[in-house]
């Protein structure tokens, strides 16, 4: 897809959301059954059912997705695509490269090891290595919009409002 055509798919939505600007709100949704059988849950992906369990650091056994990994893979996920996305509209080629994220936890919080220890990360970083021959005031545009319209990003940097509810009897 290149500029041209990126903005024009574009065009009806955003002309959509400006002038009925409930229409952009979209409820996004994962499910995952518990069966069971052992400390794990099947999640639906859309593709495929990832089954998530612990990290060999909490007892797991390694054959089953970490949810930290799952978090992180979103974030590279869709930071590599938002890239994407603003490369094509600034009209800046970029032939391939690799988008990172890592995160540093400490297990003594998920395990309640010791209190003052958090229980999530601590840190987390992405980084993107490009084959690109964007000059440093692109590439620092490109980091700054790709930053500012990737969602998950943004949802880790700025943490939406919580709600959790649990209910019993219901199967």
Known sequence: MDTEELRATQAPLKDKYREAPESALVTL???AELDG???SCKVETGRAVVEAGLHPATGGDGTLACSGDMLLEALAAC????LRAVATSLGLEVRGGRVRAEGDLDFRGTLAVAKDA???????RLSFALDTDASEDELA???KL???Y????QTLRMPPEFAVT???GQG
């Open 29 to 31: 949704h994962a499910d």
């Open 37 to 39: 059988l052992g400390i």
């Open 79 to 82: 930071a590599g695509v938002t």
């Open 118 to 124: 958090p229980v999530g990360f601590r840190a987390i």
């Open 141 to 143: 545009t490109l980091k």
């Open 146 to 148: 790709t930053e500012r």
């Open 150 to 153: 990737c969602v998950v990003f």
């Open 166 to 168: 649990l209910s019993a």
